[in-house]
């Protein structure tokens, strides 16, 4: 099994440069075809030459999938892995729509753009990326909870001061959570906002919080970079 793990994973061999380069140049052309595909004056002949260009990636990311468990010291490992997740569900909606109707196909094939993830282990600074979103992990999580725990407070804050004023606008706390999430990410669309003075000071209080919602994991994940990069040159 060594020489197909030096294929799969081995970048400073020429072969498995070589082999990682054919592999993402296929994912990019599965991404190209696929935007393609939703050209709306495409003929028949065309889109019948698409799906045929789709069953040949579905069946060399199939090959890749099964040589890479075939090549895994621990197979359940990488089955559960990340990396073994993505290239799992980058093939998987081809197989599943087989035995659907056509209304759960097209929500299926949403799920090709997966695929995209499949570029970062070809790439150096996607594999630090990802290694910083492992060490960061626990506060990610953590900054994810506290993160809607505000949503739902700003929602019920709004909710409580604009209901009286803006009863079709704020209806409930649930129509309130898209106002919430407009504001908090400091988007502020604009289709509703708060009349009342005491809902303008609420939205000023919830636009600072904003701002920290949008920094605060941009530097957990810079700071984790830079350990990523520690790690690496060791």
Known sequence: MNWLRQLLDDETSTVGRRFNLLLQGLIILSLVTFSIETLPDLDERSRQLLRYCEVIFVAI???EYLARLLAAKNRKKFVFSFFGIVDLVAILPFYLALGLDLRAVRGLRMLRLVR???????????????????????????FVFATILTLYVAAVGIYFFENPAQPDSFSSIFSSLWWAVATLTTVGYGDIYPITAGGKVFTFLILILGL??????????????????????K
Do not use: Q, W
Not at 117 to 142: D, S, T
Not at 218 to 229: H, I, N, P, Q
């Open 212 to 233: 920290g919602i949008v920094s605060i994991p941009a530097g957990m994940v810079a700071s984790a970079l830079g350990e990523a990069r520690e790690m690496e040159d």
């Open 116 to 142: 995209l993830l499949k570029l970062a282990r070809y790439n150096k600074a996607m594999k630090r990326l990802h290694c910083a979103f492992v060490i960061a992990k626990e506060e990610l999580v953590m």
């Open 61 to 63: 990311f199939t090959v």
